[in-house]
């Protein structure tokens, strides 16, 4: 596949164990903001998203958390698995009512068996 | 990945020569997206559509162009092919205003090489 994960920061987290994953976004102004999953050769999936009026989303097995005041996102794996080991990338709504999202550079999580 | 659908799937060119992306929805969405993925700079936006012959500049529009001529295809040119569009290229949908849901469905990707 494409090797998009060059260059980029890398989190190992053992089979079982809970994976957290950063994000630091600029534009105090963004509302919207979505985790994706880059598998390698596959384009990005949406996993979770989160508007501004909330600190905390929950999906299945995972969560986002947003701090405003730090303007600091996070995404957290409940028991890692081997299928979870991707890129993950944040991206935020920078304009209200805009369409357009800007993506950060994306976080290499692997899962050791 | 369901309903959008990337052409070709690899490339390989020649500088100098021009090249036509596809890409191919089948949701009826209004957004459409051109986005190049290169390792240090995530992805970066080259043009957008927001509706037939409605389409604008994103970051690293240079060098490129795009076309939308029904709401189901969005095509990305390049007119004279450089080493550096060497790159793996995403299209991506989003819905409709008024929906909930902003987020985008990508395009596998179709990954360019211009030697």
């Known amino acids: 596949g494409e090797s998009v994960g060059l260059h980029l920061p890398t989190l190992s987290v053992q089979e079982g164990d809970n994976s957290i994953i950063n994000c630091a976004y600029s534009n105090s102004a963004s509302d919207y903001f979505i985790w994706y999953k880059q598998e390698s050769g596959k384009g990005p999936q949406f996993i979770i998203d989160?508007?501004?009026?909330?600190d905390k989303r929950q999906g299945q097995r995972v969560t986002v958390l947003l701090n405003k005041t730090v303007k600091h996102l996070s995404l957290q794996i409940a028991a890692t698995q081997p299928g979870d080991s991707a890129v993950y990338f944040c991206a935020e709504n920078r304009r209200a009512g805009s369409y357009q999202l800007t993506f950060g550079k994306g976080t290499k999580l692997s899962v050791i068996p | 990945d369901a309903g959008i659908t990337q052409s070709p799937r690899h490339k390989v060119t020649e500088t100098g020569t021009p090249v036509t992306l596809r890409c191919h929805q089948t949701e009826n969405h209004r957004y459409m997206y051109w986005y190049r993925q290169d390792p240090g700079h995530g992805l970066r936006l080259i043009h957008y559509?927001?509706?037939?012959?409605?389409?604008d500049k994103g970051e690293v529009s240079d060098g490129y162009s795009v076309s939308r001529s029904k709401t189901e295809d969005f095509l990305l040119t390049l007119e004279s092919a450089t080493s550096s569009q060497t790159s793996v290229y995403f299209c991506a949908i989003s819905e409709s205003p008024g929906h909930a849901l902003y987020g985008y469905t990508f395009g596998s990707g179709t990954r360019l090489t211009v030697v």
């Open positions: 559509s927001y509706g037939v012959k409605d389409t």
């Open positions: 989160i508007r501004s009026n909330m």
